[in-house]
């Protein structure tokens, strides 16, 4: 559904886009959280744990935008994204170049007096711009590079890598050897007791922070996406918030980021979607699709039975609804509604609590249905005589025949003749290859005829 989103994103701005968006997730929706099919988009979205379709596109956009370095807006502050130089900045393969390196002797303390070089130059972690510039400007003619980061020597050992680092080397190191001079590239390891390496690295991280070089990542950063997740929860929850429907759901979950982190440890059970969405077999339910004359509760004609009837007045379970409050320490009201669905022991009190009162209260009006069935029984309904579709018609009439007699006589399919009943004889009228035909069977025992038409095609026989 997402395949290549980032292309027509900007069309979910459209109210027809986004109204067809959401009506092929909301059956989805209903689905996954297993609620009645009357339930609204919001409730099932939330119950769920889904974002809206469109949002996820817009989503998707924005991270597609951060990747390719099209936005900035994402990236943590002192980092940048790296990005492969264009394929029009590169040289022609025939001027490719490579850069070997060699293994130092890590057993020698101080190996630069064996290099056959006249002046070096260490790097403690990557090979940078900056050590290939020194050695540019310096007047020696054989100079040799250390470095302990092997990631960074392969890295400019590939020439078909598009790193932007290993070119600016490579082509720093061509301009440096077109002037007569010559870079060797050593690797040795860290941390081995090597003079040289050890001092690089104290310079290193002595180096004051306002000082230190922007960090270059190759991968989109997890922070980077965790933004982009909370601008789309966020224009989730304003609307969300600003949504006519699920007046009840809201009162249960009125944070939909919250809201995702409770259902997810939850996993609501069919009853338990019920209550949240108030679209079960109560007769506030029932008597608004005209199941139900009234919606009165059985404890009072002039009460409602609603969700909230049930859980906070109901005198029917005022027992239960008292042992409750004393186990959670809480009474029960609406405004606390998402703070029990918050703690865990709390929430699992009242949901026990919940269901038995709503199974007990759906009981009530099942048994009123069978009764008023059994009062009324059905009557049996009365089927119009079937008609046979001109396809069996013509089926019956080519593979039976009838004679004198009333009798059927099976025919054989694509056989020029009938079969032989020993009862008189029989006139066969067909056409074959474009010419009509009369054949004539002589009389065979009593005088008795019965007559059928063959069509002969040269693909098809049909009997009639």
Known sequence: MMYASNTWAPATELEMIRSALSSLQRGFAIKICRAY??????SAMILAGLLPLDLRIREAEALYKAKKGLSMDYLPPGKELEKDIANTERPHPAKAMSIEYELVDESDPDPLEKLPARKSTRTAA?????????????REKVVNILSDSRSSLELLSNPRTGHPLAHAIRESTRNANAEGKEIRFYWLRAHVGIKGNERADELAKSLPKRLMPTMITRKFPILGKSKIREETILKWQTRYDSSQTGAITKTFFPDAKKAYATIRKLKPTPVQTQIFTGHTGIAEYLHRFKLL???SCECDADKIESVWHIILECPRYEVARY????????KLEKQKMHEIMENPEKRVEFLSFAEKAFREATSRHRSMNRKRNEETPPTAPTSAPTQKTPRESRKRSYNTAHDDNGKNVTLRRNSRKAWDTNKGSGTVHGRKHGKARNRLWKPMGKEQRFTFARTCQPH???YQ
């Open 460 to 462: 098809k026989r049909q």
């Open 293 to 295: 004359q009234s919606p």
């Open 126 to 138: 990557k090979l940078t711009e900056g050590a290939v510039a020194m050695v540019k400007a310096s």
């Open 37 to 42: 099919r009357t339930v609204s988009l919001t």
């Open 323 to 330: 042992d409750l409050e004393h186990k959670i320490e809480t």
